[in-house]
C-alpha cells in the first residue's frame, strides 16, 4: 500500500508544472506532458527522475509530440490516421482527461484524448511493469458514433529520442540463418524494418531494436534503448532521424490492412515494450529477460524439461518400435521428455512426407498401431515425458479436411489457390470462428485422449499466402493480416484458460515466430531448423539480445550436421546448446559409443547449472560478430552465489590471437570456485578446474582464454560456485 502511494505521489511530484506525468521504474523514468485542451507531448525517457521540472532545467526536455495525428499540419510523421464517415482524414486529438491506475502487473499512465469535432476517443496508456524495469505503450481507439470509421494508420507508440551520434542494433537473416545482428549508425533519413509475410514475422526482420545515445553499441556501456513489439502479424518501425530530432514510430504495419472500426467499438494496438539501460546492449538484455520470465512466458518461473525432438532421427519414418527404442536410448542418457514430431498422423492421406495429410489429425494405424497412448505408457514407464508435433493452423490441398471445407482456406476470389511446402500446403482462416474452433479441437481432442501428454511443439511453415477470406464480408478483405493474428490470439488464449500447465513450442519453419505477441500463450520458441553448431552460435546470440535463455531451444544434432554438412565434436555442441534450453535432435543408436557417454555426462552437468541458466542474468562477454573466431558468455543466479560460464573457439584457431575476457555481474568480494562441466577426459579438465578466485579479480582482470580453448578442445562450460 506505501509503494502504491508512493508511486501516486511521484505521478503528480509537480512543483512548477501540474500537468506532467513521471512514468518510472526502479531505474528508468518516463515524463509526458498532458495539458488538458491540448495534444499530449513526448518530453523524456531515460535514467531514473523524481523532479519532472529538473528535466525542463536542464534543457533535456524533448518537447515532441507523443501521439501525433494525420490531417492538420501534415508535414512529418504521424503516429496515426482516421477517415470519417463523411471522407474527411483529419484528426485533431486533444487531452480531454488523465487517469492513473494499476492493474495485477503493474501501474498504468492513461491520457484520454478526444476529437475537437468527430466522436473519436484515442487512449494513449504507459504502464511500467512491476520489480521490472520495462515500460509498454500501446492506444485504444475508439469509435463513439454511430457510424464506421477507417483506421488508414493506427500505431501503438511514438517515442522522441536525443538526437545524437546514434546508432541502431536490430535482427536479420533468413530461413536457417535467423536472427543475425546487424548495427549501424543513424544518419539523416529514415530506416524501416518491416514484414508483411502474414505469418511468419521473424523469418528475415524482427520487430525488435535497440538504439544508442551517442556512439557506437557497447554490451556494458552506453546509454541504450530497447524497444520490441508485442505483435505476431505484420509490423512497421520506423526511425526518423533529422538534424535535431530522432523519432520511433512502431506498430502494426497498415500497409493493404485498412481497418473498418464499427460504431461502439474499440480496437486495441499492440504493445511497444520498452527499457532503457545506462550499461549498454548487457542491461537492456538483462531487464527484458527479467521482464518476459515473470509476465511475458508461460509459466516463466518453472525450469524448462530436458528434451530429445524426433525429427533429425528419423524424419517422417515414424513407428511406434522406433519411437520407443528412441525412448529408451534417450532415458538412459538422462533425459526428460521425448517429443515425438511430423509423420504419426493421416488415415485416407497418410502423412509419410511434406505433399499430404496435414489437417487430419488422425492417429496412422499402420505406423502407431496402439495409438499415442501406448507412446505416453512407455514415456512414462521410461521415467520421462511425452510431447507431439502439431501444425494445427495449415491444412494440405490432399487431405480429408480440405475435402470436406474447401471454404476454410485463406484465397483469393476467382483466383487460383497457392501452395506452399510440398507444393500442397494452404493456410486455414483463422478469422472464421469456425476455423478458430477447428483449431482449438485439434489440440484439445489430442488431450482429452491422451491427458499425460505433456508437450506440444506447434509449428508454421508457410507464409499468408493468398490474400482472401471467403469468410470476411467484401468490405473487410482489408483485414485479413490482422484478424488472422487476432483469431489466432483468441484460440490461443482458449487452449492456455482449459491447460495452463501444457508445455507448447512456438515454432515456425524455424525461427519465423520469435515475438512476444506469442510467447505469452508458449513456455518456449524454436530458433531456426538450422542445427549446425556454429550456425547456431550466431544465430543465438542474436536470439539473446531480447529474449531469455529458458526461452530459447537450443539442441545437439548429429555429428555431420543434416544442413550444413559440417563435422562438429560433440563437446562444442553440447557446450553451445547448454546456453539455452537444452535438447537433442538426433537418433541416439547411431551415436558412438564415446559420444553417447559424454552426452550423457553433459545432460548431467546441464542439470547442475539449469537454474542458473534459466533463471539467471545473461553477461555476454566477447561476441563472435567481433569476427576473431572467439565467443564468451556466462549467467549470474539472482544472489551471485552461482554462475555458468562458456567460451568458444568457433574457427578452431591454433596459434592465434585468443583475448583475455572479464567476467560480468559476479560479487567482488566473494571468492568462486571454478569447476570444468564437460571435460572429454574426465581424468584432465581444463586448467581452471578446482581454483578459487574472487570476483574482483575474474571481473577486473578476467579469465585468459589461450589457456582454457584451444584445437583440440574448442569449448569449455564451467560452473562457479560462491564459497
Given at each position: 500500500?506505501?509503494?502504491?502511494?508512493?508511486?501516486?505521489?511521484?505521478?503528480?511530484?509537480?512543483?512548477?508544472?501540474?500537468?506532467?506525468?513521471?512514468?518510472?521504474?526502479?531505474?528508468?523514468?518516463?515524463?509526458?506532458?498532458?495539458?488538458?485542451?491540448?495534444?499530449?507531448?513526448?518530453?523524456?525517457?531515460?535514467?531514473?527522475?523524481?523532479?519532472?521540472?529538473?528535466?525542463?532545467?536542464?534543457?533535456?526536455?524533448?518537447?515532441?509530440?507523443?501521439?501525433?495525428?494525420?490531417?492538420?499540419?501534415?508535414?512529418?510523421?504521424?503516429?496515426?490516421?482516421?477517415?470519417?464517415?463523411?471522407?474527411?482524414?483529419?484528426?485533431?486529438?486533444?487531452?480531454?482527461?488523465?487517469?492513473?491506475?494499476?492493474?495485477?502487473?503493474?501501474?498504468?499512465?492513461?491520457?484520454?484524448?478526444?476529437?475537437?469535432?468527430?466522436?473519436?476517443?484515442?487512449?494513449?496508456?504507459?504502464?511500467?511493469?512491476?520489480?521490472?524495469?520495462?515500460?509498454?505503450?500501446?492506444?485504444?481507439?475508439?469509435?463513439?458514433?454511430?457510424?464506421?470509421?477507417?483506421?488508414?494508420?493506427?500505431?501503438?507508440?511514438?517515442?522522441?529520442?536525443?538526437?545524437?551520434?546514434?546508432?541502431?542494433?536490430?535482427?536479420?537473416?533468413?530461413?536457417?540463418?535467423?536472427?543475425?545482428?546487424?548495427?549501424?549508425?543513424?544518419?539523416?533519413?529514415?530506416?524501416?524494418?518491416?514484414?508483411?509475410?502474414?505469418?511468419?514475422?521473424?523469418?528475415?526482420?524482427?520487430?525488435?531494436?535497440?538504439?544508442?545515445?551517442?556512439?557506437?553499441?557497447?554490451?556494458?556501456?552506453?546509454?541504450?534503448?530497447?524497444?520490441?513489439?508485442?505483435?505476431?502479424?505484420?509490423?512497421?518501425?520506423?526511425?526518423?532521424?533529422?538534424?535535431?530530432?530522432?523519432?520511433?514510430?512502431?506498430?502494426?504495419?497498415?500497409?493493404?490492412?485498412?481497418?473498418?472500426?464499427?460504431?461502439?467499438?474499440?480496437?486495441?494496438?499492440?504493445?511497444?515494450?520498452?527499457?532503457?539501460?545506462?550499461?549498454?546492449?548487457?542491461?537492456?538484455?538483462?531487464?527484458?529477460?527479467?521482464?518476459?520470465?515473470?509476465?511475458?512466458?508461460?509459466?516463466?518461473?518453472?525450469?524448462?524439461?530436458?528434451?530429445?525432438?524426433?525429427?533429425?532421427?528419423?524424419?517422417?519414418?515414424?513407428?511406434?518400435?522406433?519411437?520407443?527404442?528412441?525412448?529408451?536410448?534417450?532415458?538412459?542418457?538422462?533425459?526428460?521428455?521425448?517429443?515425438?514430431?511430423?509423420?504419426?498422423?493421416?488415415?485416407?492421406?497418410?502423412?509419410?512426407?511434406?505433399?499430404?495429410?496435414?489437417?487430419?489429425?488422425?492417429?496412422?494405424?499402420?505406423?502407431?498401431?496402439?495409438?499415442?497412448?501406448?507412446?505416453?505408457?512407455?514415456?512414462?514407464?521410461?521415467?520421462?515425458?511425452?510431447?507431439?508435433?502439431?501444425?494445427?493452423?495449415?491444412?494440405?490441398?490432399?487431405?480429408?479436411?480440405?475435402?470436406?471445407?474447401?471454404?476454410?482456406?485463406?484465397?483469393?476470389?476467382?483466383?487460383?489457390?497457392?501452395?506452399?511446402?510440398?507444393?500442397?500446403?494452404?493456410?486455414?482462416?483463422?478469422?472464421?470462428?469456425?476455423?478458430?474452433d477447428f483449431v482449438f479441437h485439434v489440440v484439445d481432442d489430442l488431450m482429452t485422449e491422451n491427458p499425460d501428454i505433456a508437450y506440444?511443439?506447434?509449428?508454421?511453415?508457410?507464409?499468408?499466402?493468398?490474400?482472401?477470406?471467403?469468410?470476411?464480408?467484401?468490405?473487410?478483405?482489408?483485414?485479413?493480416?490482422?484478424?488472422?493474428?487476432?483469431?489466432?490470439?483468441?484460440?490461443?488464449?482458449?487452449?492456455?484458460?482449459?491447460?495452463?500447465?501444457?508445455?507448447?513450442?512456438?515454432?515456425?519453419?524455424?525461427?519465423?515466430?520469435?515475438?512476444?505477441?506469442?510467447?505469452?500463450?508458449?513456455?518456449?520458441?524454436?530458433?531456426?531448423?538450422?542445427?549446425?553448431?556454429?550456425?547456431?552460435?550466431?544465430?543465438?546470440?542474436?536470439?539473446?539480445?531480447?529474449?531469455?535463455?529458458?526461452?530459447?531451444?537450443?539442441?545437439?544434432?548429429?555429428?555431420?550436421?543434416?544442413?550444413?554438412?559440417?563435422?562438429?565434436?560433440?563437446?562444442?555442441?553440447?557446450?553451445?546448446?547448454?546456453?539455452?534450453?537444452?535438447?537433442?535432435?538426433?537418433?541416439p543408436s547411431q551415436m558412438s559409443k564415446e559420444d553417447f557417454n559424454f552426452a550423457k555426462r553433459g545432460i548431467a552437468a546441464y542439470?547442475?547449472?539449469?537454474?542458473?541458466?534459466?533463471?539467471?542474468?545473461?553477461?555476454?562477454?566477447h561476441s563472435p560478430y567481433e569476427g576473431d573466431g572467439v565467443a564468451s558468455l556466462m549467467y549470474v543466479s539472482e544472489d551471485k552465489?552461482?554462475?555458468?560460464?562458456?567460451?568458444?573457439?568457433?574457427?578452431?584457431?591454433?596459434?592465434?590471437?585468443?583475448?583475455?575476457?572479464?567476467?560480468?555481474?559476479?560479487?567482488?568480494?566473494?571468492?568462486?570456485?571454478?569447476?570444468?562441466?564437460?571435460?572429454?577426459?574426465?581424468?584432465?579438465?581444463?586448467?581452471?578446474?578446482?581454483?578459487?578466485?574472487?570476483?574482483?579479480?575474474?571481473?577486473?582482470?578476467?579469465?585468459?582464454?589461450?589457456?582454457?580453448?584451444?584445437?583440440?578442445?574448442?569449448?569449455?562450460?564451467?560452473?562457479?560456485?560462491?564459497?
Amino acid at each position: 500500500m506505501k509503494q502504491s502511494i508512493a508511486f501516486l505521489l511521484s505521478l503528480c511530484l509537480t512543483p512548477a508544472w501540474a500537468d506532467n506525468y513521471i512514468v518510472s521504474t526502479p531505474h528508468t523514468s518516463l515524463v509526458v506532458t498532458a495539458d488538458k485542451g491540448k495534444a499530449p507531448l513526448f518530453q523524456f525517457y531515460g535514467s531514473k527522475v523524481t523532479n519532472a521540472q529538473e528535466v525542463f532545467d536542464a534543457g533535456m526536455a524533448l518537447k515532441q509530440p507523443s501521439y501525433p495525428a494525420f490531417g492538420l499540419h501534415t508535414d512529418g510523421e504521424k503516429a496515426v490516421t482516421i477517415q470519417q464517415p463523411d471522407g474527411n482524414m483529419t484528426l485533431d486529438l486533444v487531452v480531454d482527461r488523465v487517469e492513473q491506475t494499476t492493474d495485477s502487473e503493474g501501474r498504468l499512465l492513461r491520457i484520454e484524448m478526444r476529437d475537437k469535432v468527430y466522436p473519436v476517443k484515442v487512449t494513449q496508456v504507459f504502464k511500467a511493469y512491476n520489480q521490472t524495469d520495462v515500460i509498454s505503450t500501446w492506444v485504444e481507439i475508439q469509435n463513439n458514433g454511430r457510424k464506421t470509421v477507417k483506421l488508414l494508420k493506427y500505431n501503438s507508440a511514438f517515442i522522441s529520442l536525443p538526437r545524437g551520434d546514434n546508432y541502431m542494433s536490430h535482427q536479420h537473416g533468413a530461413w536457417a540463418a535467423e536472427n543475425f545482428e546487424e548495427e549501424e549508425r543513424l544518419t539523416n533519413g529514415q530506416k524501416v524494418i518491416s514484414n508483411r509475410n502474414g505469418l511468419q514475422n521473424t523469418q528475415q526482420d524482427s520487430p525488435s531494436l535497440m538504439i544508442s545515445e551517442n556512439g557506437r553499441l557497447s554490451e556494458t556501456c552506453g546509454k541504450v534503448l530497447g524497444a520490441t513489439l508485442a505483435w505476431p502479424g505484420n509490423y512497421k518501425l520506423k526511425v526518423d532521424a533529422k538534424n535535431t530530432s530522432l523519432s520511433l514510430i512502431a506498430g502494426i504495419n497498415e500497409e493493404e490492412s485498412a481497418y473498418l472500426l464499427e460504431g461502439g467499438r474499440t480496437f486495441t494496438t499492440p504493445e511497444l515494450c520498452m527499457t532503457f539501460s545506462d550499461e549498454g546492449k548487457g542491461g537492456v538484455s538483462r531487464a527484458l529477460h527479467r521482464w518476459a520470465r515473470q509476465y511475458k512466458l508461460n509459466q516463466g518461473s518453472t525450469p524448462r524439461d530436458i528434451l530429445l525432438n524426433s525429427w533429425e532421427g528419423v524424419y517422417f519414418n515414424i513407428s511406434e518400435n522406433k519411437m520407443k527404442e528412441m525412448m529408451k536410448d534417450w532415458a538412459s542418457i538422462g533425459g526428460e521428455l521425448f517429443v515425438m514430431d511430423d509423420g504419426w498422423f493421416g488415415d485416407k492421406y497418410p502423412r509419410n512426407d511434406g505433399r499430404q495429410g496435414l489437417g487430419d489429425w488422425m492417429v496412422n494405424t499402420k505406423k502407431l498401431p496402439n495409438g499415442i497412448g501406448a507412446l505416453v505408457k512407455e514415456a512414462t514407464a521410461d521415467g520421462m515425458k511425452f510431447g507431439i508435433w502439431i501444425e494445427p493452423e495449415m491444412s494440405d490441398t490432399k487431405s480429408e479436411l480440405f475435402e470436406k471445407h474447401p471454404d476454410w482456406v485463406l484465397r483469393g476470389k476467382n483466383r487460383e489457390l497457392s501452395t506452399g511446402r510440398g507444393g500442397s500446403q494452404i493456410v486455414l482462416d483463422l478469422t472464421n470462428p469456425k476455423v478458430q474452433d477447428f483449431v482449438f479441437h485439434v489440440v484439445d481432442d489430442l488431450m482429452t485422449e491422451n491427458p499425460d501428454i505433456a508437450y506440444i511443439k506447434w509449428d508454421c511453415n508457410v507464409p499468408l499466402m493468398d490474400y482472401g477470406s471467403p469468410y470476411l464480408p467484401a468490405d473487410k478483405q482489408s483485414q485479413i493480416y490482422v484478424d488472422y493474428q487476432l483469431g489466432l490470439i483468441k484460440t490461443l488464449k482458449r487452449i492456455r484458460a482449459k491447460y495452463p500447465k501444457l508445455v507448447m513450442q512456438d515454432c515456425s519453419s524455424g525461427g519465423g515466430r520469435i515475438n512476444y505477441g506469442l510467447l505469452p500463450y508458449f513456455e518456449e520458441f524454436w530458433g531456426s531448423d538450422d542445427t549446425d553448431a556454429k550456425m547456431r552460435l550466431f544465430i543465438q546470440w542474436g536470439e539473446l539480445n531480447y529474449f531469455p535463455a529458458m526461452a530459447m531451444a537450443a539442441y545437439v544434432s548429429a555429428e555431420r550436421n543434416h544442413q550444413t554438412g559440417r563435422l562438429t565434436p560433440i563437446k562444442f555442441r553440447m557446450d553451445l546448446a547448454m546456453t539455452g534450453r537444452l535438447g537433442m535432435e538426433l537418433q541416439p543408436s547411431q551415436m558412438s559409443k564415446e559420444d553417447f557417454n559424454f552426452a550423457k555426462r553433459g545432460i548431467a552437468a546441464y542439470k547442475q547449472i539449469r537454474n542458473v541458466v534459466q533463471m539467471g542474468d545473461l553477461y555476454r562477454l566477447h561476441s563472435p560478430y567481433e569476427g576473431d573466431g572467439v565467443a564468451s558468455l556466462m549467467y549470474v543466479s539472482e544472489d551471485k552465489s552461482r554462475a555458468a560460464f562458456f567460451a568458444y573457439n568457433y574457427n578452431y584457431l591454433i596459434n592465434q590471437k585468443i583475448p583475455a575476457v572479464q567476467l560480468g555481474g559476479l560479487d567482488p568480494d566473494r571468492n568462486y570456485r571454478i569447476k570444468d562441466l564437460t571435460p572429454w577426459n574426465v581424468k584432465k579438465p581444463c586448467s581452471l578446474d578446482g581454483k578459487v578466485i574472487s570476483g574482483k579479480t575474474l571481473m577486473a582482470v578476467g579469465l585468459n582464454l589461450r589457456s582454457i580453448i584451444n584445437y583440440n578442445d574448442a569449448s569449455v562450460a564451467l560452473e562457479l560456485v560462491a564459497e
